[in-house]
């Protein structure tokens, strides 16, 4: 980090570090993608701790950390087992809540497959494209999270009084209502 306008540096992470992303809703946390893991920094980077919610055991080594240009509580990352230049097994990470949890996102079947960073696309933030040591580039559709309505139901209920309401699910798949009675 520089604190003359770059005339010196010093390190504030020692290691091998493959990417950093800035949370551009809040520019003191930054986020690091490194051989020793995923690292977080609330405090404009001056210092980093590791993030518990990502064991290198189970993911390895991190190498590419991306934030959704609309939400940036969304975060994409890659990760791989041993390490990020000749992984045995890659994954796409995603957390909604910045880093707080994970889901992986399934990667298909691709043989080899070895993705080495990742970019979401700022038109359509749900387009997940990777650039592949072996293939190219990849991109990929992150279906969106389950929304939920109910509709028909309005004002109060007296209890013990039967009513009837129409609930929605969709989970990126067809609208399924289903309609009760309570």
């Not at 969304?74 to 949890?101: H, K, N, W």
């Given at each position: 980090?520089s604190?003359?306008?770059?005339?010196?540096w010093n390190?504030?992470?020692?290691?091998?570090?493959?990417?950093?992303?800035?949370?551009h809703?809040?520019?003191?946390?930054v986020?690091?993608?490194?051989?020793?893991?995923?690292?977080?920094?609330?405090?404009?980077?001056?210092?980093?701790s590791?993030?518990?919610?990502?064991?290198?055991?189970q993911?390895g080594?991190?190498?590419?950390?991306?934030?959704?240009?609309?939400?940036?509580?969304t975060?994409?990352l890659?990760?791989?087992?041993?390490?990020p230049?000749q992984?045995?097994?890659s994954?796409?990470l995603?957390?909604v809540?910045?880093?707080?949890?994970w889901?992986?996102i399934?990667?298909?079947?691709?043989?080899?497959?070895v993705?080495?960073?990742i970019a979401?696309?700022?038109v359509?933030p749900?387009?997940?494209?990777?650039?592949?040591?072996?293939?190219?580039i990849?991109?990929?559709e992150?279906?969106?999270?389950?929304?939920a309505?109910?509709?028909?139901l309005s004002?109060e209920?007296v209890?013990?009084t039967?009513s009837?309401?129409?609930?929605?699910?969709d989970?990126a798949e067809?609208?399924?209502?289903?309609r009760d009675?309570?």
């Amino acid at each position: 980090r520089s604190v003359n306008g770059g005339v010196s540096w010093n390190p504030v992470h020692v290691g091998s570090v493959h990417d950093v992303a800035i949370d551009h809703s809040d520019s003191s946390r930054v986020y690091v993608a490194s051989n020793s893991g995923f690292l977080v920094s609330d405090n404009h980077g001056d210092s980093f701790s590791p993030s518990v919610s990502v064991p290198n055991a189970q993911y390895g080594a991190t190498f590419s950390v991306e934030l959704d240009p609309e939400a940036s509580n969304t975060i994409y990352l890659l990760s791989g087992l041993p390490d990020p230049y000749q992984p045995t097994e890659s994954f796409i990470l995603r957390s909604v809540d910045r880093g707080a949890s994970w889901e992986r996102i399934p990667n298909g079947s691709l043989p080899r497959w070895v993705p080495s960073k990742i970019a979401i696309s700022p038109v359509s933030p749900t387009t997940v494209i990777t650039s592949m040591q072996t293939r190219g580039i990849q991109s990929l559709e992150i279906a969106s999270d389950l929304v939920a309505s109910i509709s028909g139901l309005s004002g109060e209920r007296v209890v013990g009084t039967r009513s009837s309401f129409a609930m929605a699910a969709d989970n990126a798949e067809t609208w399924k209502e289903f309609r009760d009675t309570v």
